[in-house]
């Protein structure tokens, strides 16, 4: 069960804090859980983790192929391995380790990719995965997630851990803004609907959760009414959930802070062409590198905004007729 929390505003707490800690429990109680690392432990977190468990943490150094070959390793003899790196490095840079080492092997890989794309902001282009999703849900049997907010991390990070198989989790490092409150709980494969309407319906993951529901304040002033659904889990997508927002409102909108091309709003037009074919309108990276910058700057330079939500959002509804 989850619902919505009274305020939406910037977390206190960093992701990546509310990651470790998550991770750190699951050590304590399992000592199959270990924590792999490519030298970046201070920026993705995990440095507590070293610290208070050494003997379940391994520091690969710069060699983020041969991390996931340990990894693999560390599978097939029981443990739990969690992987993490830059979400550049944890999948374009090991995809061949991955596919062959954890998939092919059907092992049991978790790996956390952190910088989230414009959430990469000063560290730059070559830093900046638009792509990383996409990659990773190319792969057979890999499920692929986005958390929202502090709050849906610690309600997955254990089911990601005692569920058997290979896992790409992608994290702002950073704060976010809070979205769910404490209580909240998430099943892994299941949308959550944070708000109804008839118009259109707005999916979204990560930070364009927070754009899509103030488009959804911002178009309901327009007397359009807007479905809003967080769909974290981008492989296994929730088809039903897809399917029945289409029945519902015969337009969609998929927003994503990643490349339009193979991430959500792919795993969309998919469900929607072999099922239930609707006007479907894109939010996203349209098909470019990323730049240096700030936050703020990148997503309006790259169009992931409630403003752009809400115009796709007329776009589709108008197609409707």
């Known amino acids: 069960m989850y619902r919505l929390a009274k305020e939406h505003k910037e977390e206190k707490e960093a992701m990546r804090d509310v990651y470790c800690n998550a991770l750190m429990q699951l050590a304590e109680k399992n000592p199959a859980v270990i924590s792999v690392d490519a030298d970046v432990m201070h920026s993705m977190g995990t440095l507590e ?7 379940q943490a391994i520091n690969c150094g710069i060699q983020e192929a041969n991390a996931v070959g340990v990894c693999a390793g560390l599978s097939v003899t029981g443990f739990i391995p ?11 840079r090991v995809y ?4 062959l080492s954890c998939a092919y092997s059907g092992a049991n890989v978790k790996i956390v990719g952190g910088d989230a794309g414009v959430t990469t902001a000063v560290n730059g282009g070559t830093h900046m995965p638009f792509e990383d999703m996409g990659i990773m849900r190319n792969i057979p049997g ?5 958390p929202t907010d502090s709050t849906m991390l610690r309600s997955i990070v254990p089911q990601i851990a005692n569920n058997y198989g290979n896992y790409y989790m992608r994290l702002c490092r950073r704060s976010t803004m809070k979205i769910y409150d404490d209580s909240s709980e ?12 008839e118009d259109v319906t707005i999916f979204a993951n990560g930070i364009m959760v927070h754009e899509a529901l103030k488009a959804y304040v ?37 927003v994503e802070n990643h490349n339009i091309i193979n991430g959500l709003g792919s795993a969309v037009a998919e469900v929607l062409s072999e099922n239930y074919p609707v006007p479907l309108e894109r939010v996203g990276v349209l098909d ?6 700030d936050q703020n700057y990148l997503m309006k330079r790259y169009g992931l905004t409630a ?3 809400c115009r796709k959002s007329i776009k589709a509804i108008e197609r409707k007729k």
Request: charged letters at 25%; a negative charge.
């Open 49 to 55: 983790f070293h610290k208070n468990y050494p003997s």
């Open 82 to 92: 969690f992987f993490h790196t830059f979400s550049t490095f944890a999948t374009r």
């Open 96 to 99: 061949d380790q991955v596919f």
């Open 142 to 146: 890999m499920t692929v997630i986005e």
């Open 186 to 197: 998430f099943e892994i494969g299941k949308a959550a609907i944070l708000k109804e309407g």
């Open 218 to 254: 911002m178009l309901e002033k327009q007397k359009i009414s807007a479905r809003v659904v967080d769909m974290f889990t981008i492989k296994p997508v929730d088809a039903d959930c897809i399917i029945e927002s289409a029945k519902l409102t015969g337009a969609v909108v998929a």
């Open 288 to 293: 470019e590198f990323g730049e240096v910058g």
């Open 307 to 309: 403003e752009e939500i």
